[in-house]
């Protein structure tokens, strides 16, 4: 069972445009999200996070929003440029011991970002 | 400073043997995880420490997996009697505490179990 889930394995965004990455959830015990780039034979790296008492956070080109009724959370990169191809992870975090879940963050599945010239 | 270092960055073994993954975490960082990612997957939570302990050990798949963190520092990922399906990229994070929700990934090791 996904708890989280990232519906699109990939996204083409020309250069200069917005993209925008989306990140569903099923568990209503998460509070805190995070969202992480890859490139090829790295570790993922941290891009931004927000908690779930907003529901903006902003940090120059990347903006995350988090609609906790819904259950989604989006980035938004702006503008994209060619440095941002890579693959992008939305990550979720229970409260310690809150047995909402491992205590780890719960990845989803990646969403591969193209952004064409 | 130096960020979170994994050794070997490729590992390479046969079904049935026996390996160890070492990570080496940012200097002060308290809480250290392993994560597995297969291909086309996100990674996968197995196991954390806050300090010297096993803070919380759910994710891991089964008995033949076993991790270490003696002084609280360096950690070791045990797999005993390897099958090809743990194959996989195996990633450590740290975090400075349990309490930081931001944690920093190493560059991971490459399992292939022939």
């Known amino acids: 069972d996904q708890q989280v889930k990232q519906n699109s394995p990939s996204l083409s965004v020309q250069e200069g445009r917005i993209s925008i990455l989306n990140c569903d959830y099923t568990n209503s015990m998460f509070d805190y999200f995070l969202w992480y780039k890859k490139y090829p034979a790295e570790g993922p790296t941290f891009l931004i996070s927000i908690s779930s008492i907003k529901d903006k956070n902003e940090d120059g080109r990347f903006t995350v929003f988090l609609n906790k009724s819904a259950k989604h959370l989006s980035l938004h990169i702006v503008p994209s440029q060619p440095g941002d191809s890579a693959v992008y992870f939305c990550a979720a975090r229970a409260p310690m011991y809150s047995g909402g879940g491992a205590d780890g963050l719960t990845f989803g599945k990646g969403t591969h970002l193209i952004i064409q010239p | 400073g130096a960020g979170v270092s994994q050794t070997p960055s490729n590992k390479v073994t046969e079904k049935g043997k026996y390996v160890e993954l070492r990570c080496d975490p940012i200097s002060g960082h308290t809480a250290l995880y392993w994560y597995r990612q297969s291909l086309g997957q996100g990674p996968e939570f197995l196991i954390y420490?806050?300090?010297?302990?096993?803070?919380?050990d759910s994710g891991l798949p089964n008995d033949r997996f076993f991790a270490v963190r003696p002084e609280g520092s360096v950690s070791t990922l045990k797999i005993q009697r390897t099958e090809r399906g743990d194959s996989a990229m195996y990633l450590c994070a740290s975090s400075l505490s349990l309490a930081d929700n931001e944690q920093f990934f190493g560059p991971g090791t490459r399992l292939t179990v022939l």
């Open positions: 420490f806050q300090g010297t302990g096993a803070a919380d």
